[in-house]
Every structure is written in structure tokens, then in C-alpha cells.
């Protein structure tokens, strides 16, 4: 526990002070990162490259080389952008994130109605946490729902740098829960969604055509806006040049819960593919986010099957 906490306070003690370096002198580092993790250690680059090649058939080589070179230089810049989070003013990121459309949202905000956003893995996804500082009422709670790292000094690192602006991170396994609690608390939440995100193999219970390929997509994020009767925002990411980025709301539902089943997940991975055509370079690639087929989801169905089988044969025979 004591190694813990002081390799934490090393790790943030030395994020911290790079995070001093102005932007432009991260982003020198970012084109040496670049660099070495491309051409020298080739970081993943076997996946990024049939992901958009399997998402983009109608590119030419060349062109998907030249998406591919660009995401990774944008996932280097993703890495320093982080780290500035833990010293950047608010002055400074209000300036370089910024929101579009949030006037509606924050009129509903004041009435009380809690709301789900749908974001994805788009640069820099990370800069979102900034939201707290363009809403007016004093009574919202915000918050983001995350994975738990493996390696918790890793762990409480984010969660340090994420929760700088006011949000509070939920960790996804106890997210109907807590939005729940603040229901009953008449609390209004606003909470942020990343649901591009590949299901576990048990959880599978529905596919879209998403970039030219059947996708098993994570539908509990709908499930949870439809049983809080949350309102529904769907959002995009634009970068617009280098270290300025743009939300943009690009539609809000109000009544949703006696919308029809998977909809809502259905209209999230329509905004976000024109998302990703618009600037394929910007989503995260280095996922294996195709690894689930339905194959393998029918032979994963027929294996439980025959062990439920074999389980009351069993019971049977004793």
C-alpha cells in the first residue's frame, strides 16, 4: 500500500511538471513520440491497419497509409494533451475545448431532467471532462463513465487528471446504481457515455452494420437512458487544428423511454460513423473492435447450451 501510494505521487509528481511545458514544446515531443512508436517499435500498427482497411474498402492503399500515419501522430498528441490536463488553466482549456448546442441541454439541466451524453473514442475524448464549465446550473451533477484500470497507480492517475473540472467518474459497473441514487436524491445528472466500445461475449444481444462490417455493440448504455427516462444527447468530436477541439451536439431526444428497443443505440452508431468518415483519423484504431463475430457468438450460445444440458442430466442421475 505505502510502494503504491509513493510510485502514485512519483508518477504524478513527474506528470505534473511535464504538463508545465507550453503545448507547442509538447507537441515537439509528440513529433519525436511519433516517430519512434511508428517507424522503430510499430506499435499495433497490424490492427490499425486492417481496421481501416476492412472499414474503408473503397481506399486505395496509399490512402489508407496516409489515414493510418496520421492517427498515430494524433495518438501521440492525445498522450501530451493528457498530461496537460493536470496543470492546464480553466481559462486555457475553455478556450481549446469548446461546445456546440448545449443551450438546450442546459435549460433542461435547470429543469431537473438528467442526461445521458453518447461520445466515442474520438480525439481527444479526454478533454470532454471539461464540460462542467459550460453548463449555469449550480445543481447538476456531472460525471463519466469509466473502465477501471488493471494497475491501480495507472488508475488513480486518470482519475485524478479526469476529475479536475468537477466531474466525478463512475465506474461502469455501478453506473445504474449511482444515477439511480441521484434520482432519488432530485439530483440532475449529466453524464458522459463511450459506448463504441467492443461487448464481452455473454452480453452480446445486438449487431449494426457499422463501416462495412457486422458490429456487436454495447447496448447498456440505452437500457439505463430508458429506464431513468434520461434525455438523450448524441454528440461529435472536431478537431479543428491542432490542441483546439469542438463538441458539437448533434441531436437531442427528450422522451425516451417508451422509445422502441435499440433505436437509441442504432442512432448513435449512425452519428458516429459520419463522425469517423468526416475525419477517419481520429477515432481509435488500435482496438480489436471486430474481434466479436456472430460465429462465434452462435458456437459461444450452443457451448452453454449443451453444458446446461449435461448439468440437468446430471441432477437427474443423482
Not at 61 to 78: G, N, P, R, S, W
Not at 285 to 291: A, E, F, I
Amino acid at each position: 500500500m505505502i510502494f503504491q501510494s509513493m510510485l502514485y505521487y512519483l508518477l504524478y509528481g513527474s506528470c505534473y511538471l511535464l504538463s508545465l511545458v507550453p503545448l507547442k514544446g509538447l507537441y515537439v515531443l509528440s513529433d519525436c513520440l511519433y516517430g519512434f512508436i511508428y517507424f522503430v517499435v510499430r506499435y499495433r500498427r497490424r490492427i490499425v491497419r486492417r481496421n481501416l482497411t476492412n472499414s474503408f474498402p473503397e481506399k486505395s492503399t496509399m490512402e489508407i497509409v496516409a489515414i493510418e500515419k496520421k492517427f498515430f501522430a494524433l495518438l501521440c498528441d492525445y498522450f501530451f494533451e493528457s498530461v496537460k490536463l493536470a496543470s492546464i488553466s480553466r481559462k486555457e482549456i475553455r478556450k481549446r475545448m469548446t461546445f456546440e448546442g448545449l443551450e438546450r441541454v442546459d435549460k433542461l439541466a435547470g429543469e431537473g431532467r438528467s442526461a445521458a451524453f453518447y461520445l466515442s473514442h474520438t480525439f481527444n475524448w479526454e478533454w470532454i471532462t471539461s464540460f462542467p464549465m459550460h453548463i449555469h446550473s449550480k445543481e447538476v451533477v456531472f460525471g463519466q463513465i469509466y473502465h477501471k484500470l488493471a494497475n491501480k497507480t495507472f488508475d488513480r492517475l486518470f482519475l485524478k487528471l479526469r476529475e479536475r473540472f468537477g466531474a466525478v467518474s463512475i465506474p461502469m459497473p455501478d453506473t445504474a446504481r449511482v444515477m439511480m441514487n441521484y434520482r432519488r436524491e432530485g439530483k440532475p445528472a449529466i453524464i458522459g457515455f463511450i459506448a463504441d466500445q467492443a461487448p464481452k461475449l455473454h452480453t452480446i444481444d445486438h449487431w449494426v452494420p457499422f463501416l462495412h462490417q457486422d458490429t456487436a455493440v454495447i447496448t447498456g448504455t440505452e437500457r439505463i437512458i430508458k429506464k431513468l427516462d434520461c434525455v438523450a444527447v448524441f454528440c461529435s468530436m472536431v478537431r479543428k487544428k491542432r490542441g483546439y477541439y469542438t463538441c458539437k451536439v448533434e441531436r437531442i431526444i427528450e422522451e425516451t423511454k417508451d422509445i422502441p428497443d435499440y433505436e437509441l443505440t442504432d442512432t448513435y452508431y449512425t452519428y458516429l460513423e459520419e463522425t469517423i468518415r468526416n475525419n477517419p483519423s481520429s477515432w481509435l484504431w488500435t482496438h480489436k473492435r471486430w474481434k466479436r463475430t456472430k460465429e462465434e457468438l452462435e458456437q459461444y450460445k450452443q457451448e452453454q447450451e449443451t453444458a446446461k444440458r449435461k448439468r440437468l442430466e446430471q441432477i437427474e442421475e443423482d
